[in-house]
């Protein structure tokens, strides 16, 4: 499956937004809307991918593999459910931490076009020779 690398930049300011507004607020429910977001990205097509191919209706120039922006919707995932169990512990500055640390992934990715989870995938595949060997469906 191919992704387009617009629609992941998106993607990724809107995550941005998204968690910059948990920070200030501390909202749990929010964090937990971006939870939901990250579990469909992970698994199937970003809710946010979806939105762009609606309001951007031309086909990309290029596309890449869509195997690393899914791991790193993954990463992302696991880090915001980090964030909701501080939350719902009153664990809040490991909640605010987790929260960050995925902002500061999906601030990458939007501003500067460096998917941090992408390369995480890429430098797993290097170092286990087994991660390399294609899984037949």
């Known amino acids: 499956m191919r992704a387009d690398p617009r629609a992941l930049r998106f993607g990724a300011a809107i995550t941005t937004l998204v968690l910059v507004s948990v920070l200030v607020t501390e909202s749990f429910w929010l964090l937990a809307a971006q939870v939901v977001v990250f579990a469909l990205g992970a698994h199937r097509r970003s809710p946010y991918a979806m939105l762009f191919k609606v309001l951007v ?21 696991a880090f915001a459910v980090v964030g909701l169990v501080g939350f719902a512990a ?21 501003a500067f076009g460096f998917c941090l989870g992408c390369e995480t995938y890429l430098l797993i595949r290097r170092l286990l020779p087994a991660a390399n060997m294609e899984v037949s469906k």
């Open 57 to 77: 209706r031309s086909d990309p120039t290029e596309t890449e593999d869509a195997r690393p922006p899914r791991f790193a919707q993954g990463v992302g995932l």
């Open 90 to 110: 009153g664990i809040t500055p490991l909640a605010l931490a987790a929260t960050a640390a995925a902002l500061l992934a999906a601030f990458l990715n939007a």
